[in-house]
């Protein structure tokens, strides 16, 4: 008695490959087939470029902010002087910086002096917030320090101020220029507070990158600033870089019980956590969505191997009676339904990754094309559309697509292996 053949074997491939391959008139692929390949082919591609941009925004606008931001900040519960002032300074800033430092994870503490003011220009002004900070201290920011653009010397920060690109755009001032300071918070006198009006030279301009720290960040020497906003040899707060910001969570006790009683701490994460939040939740829903497409584009394939089993009817009455196996019919079909899908899959994926790799040149065509209007960075906070391709997110789209093309494409393939030989060939 002769062996059974194994599943998938060559002469199943052969059969199927005929039938993909053969034309319309014949009894082949029909265009609902096509029709499949295109729609999972687009849905792949849309997917992988989805999560591909979702990754990238996520990872650009987060460094944005670690980059340019405290990871933590420690400032002083409110308290009342001798005088009978609510004050919330930190007098002892210097003693704090050097517990908060020792914490393990801990990279960087620097004292900071901050506070509101408008700045003028030649008739232009603009409302900025003023950090107040060492010079040995801003170059270790990153996006400060290293920013995507500059102009000037960062090492002459001590002999002036840093500003904003998006505030020398407002002041339409450069590197060299003087520009005026006014603070409605300036000298105590027998007659009350009266404004101060300092004038400072623009040593450095920097592009963080991210438009709400552009627009509105000026970096003053941290002296200068503690004479400027009144703070007495006081800081206003503490900035903490730490190893790992993403759990930072885990140092919190550490941290509180360096900086002491009366101390408080603000996270990156309490800072931003409602818009990561946001965007946790846009991410899974765009992905259910485009999960839906894809099924959609898949469900196609039912329809066209339905088409090829009825028009190979008489086919599969002979194959059955020269001895073919209900299994082997089945394997037959399903490799005709199940190429469909690998193939509209690969063809996705090739389309989505050169998407994420050629983003750059594809945002600034259909931002020509709509005139400029695009990309508000004022809205979405960071300068342009970032792509990222992470494995996971590509292995996830494969793996759907892959599943849901070989999930539908059992049924029509059981119809036909369940086709009855007899039937099949009465009438031919």
């Not at 030279?201 to 002296?223: L, Q, S």
């Not at 899974?284 to 584009?297: E, T, Y």
Request: proline content about 4%; charged content about 20%.
């Amino acid at each position: 008695m002769a062996a059974s053949p194994l599943p998938f074997s060559r002469f199943e491939w052969l059969i199927a490959w005929r039938y993909l391959r053969a034309k319309r008139a014949e009894g082949g692929v029909s265009a609902m087939t096509w029709i499949s390949l295109i729609g999972i082919t687009l849905a792949v591609f849309a997917l992988i470029a989805t999560l591909a941009v979702r990754s990238g925004f996520r990872d650009e606008f987060i460094d944005t902010i670690l980059g340019a931001n405290a990871h933590v900040t420690i400032y002083a519960t409110p308290r009342v002087d001798e005088a009978g002032r609510t004050r919330n300074d930190l007098p002892d800033y210097a003693a704090m910086a050097e517990r908060v430092a020792q914490v393990p994870g801990v990279t960087r503490v620097a004292p900071l002096v901050k506070g509101q003011v408008m700045t003028a220009f030649q008739g232009a002004t603009a409302g900025v917030e003023v950090f107040g900070i060492a010079p040995d201290d801003l170059a270790t920011i990153p996006r400060i320090a290293d920013p995507e653009a500059s102009d000037g010397a960062i090492e002459r920060f001590g002999e002036g101020i840093a500003i904003g690109s998006g505030v020398a755009r407002s002041l339409n001032a450069g590197v060299g220029d003087v520009i005026r300071l006014i603070s409605p918070d300036g000298v105590k006198t027998a007659f009350g507070t009266s404004p101060r009006v300092s004038n400072y030279e623009v040593v450095y301009i920097f592009t963080a990158g991210r438009y709400d720290i552009d627009k509105t960040r000026v970096y003053m020497p941290f002296e200068e600033a503690q004479v400027y906003f009144n703070r007495d040899a006081a800081a206003d707060e503490l900035e903490v870089m730490v190893t790992d910001p993403e759990h930072i969570e885990a140092m919190s006790r550490a941290l509180y019980a360096a900086a002491g009683p009366g101390a408080r701490l603000w996270t990156w994460r309490d800072s931003s956590g409602g818009f990561l939040r946001a965007l946790d939740i846009e991410d899974n829903v765009m992905f259910i969505i485009l999960s839906i497409l894809v099924l959609i584009a898949a469900m196609n394939i039912i329809s066209g191997l339905v088409m090829l089993v009825k028009n190979k009817g008489r086919d599969i009455g002979i194959l059955r009676t020269i001895g073919l196996t209900e299994g082997s019919i089945l394997r037959i079909f399903f490799i005709c339904g199940a190429t469909t899908g690998v193939l509209g899959t690969v063809f996705g994926l090739v389309l989505g990754v050169l998407f994420a790799l050629y983003i750059d040149p594809i945002f600034s065509l259909v931002n020509y094309a709509s005139g400029g209007d695009a990309w508000d960075a004022s809205i979405r906070g960071i300068y342009a559309l970032p792509a990222k391709l992470e494995a996971g997110d590509v292995l996830s789209a494969v793996g759907l697509s892959l599943g849901l093309s070989f999930a539908v494409t059992i049924f029509p393939a059981r119809r036909a292996a369940r086709l009855n030989p007899v039937e099949a060939l009465r009438y031919e």
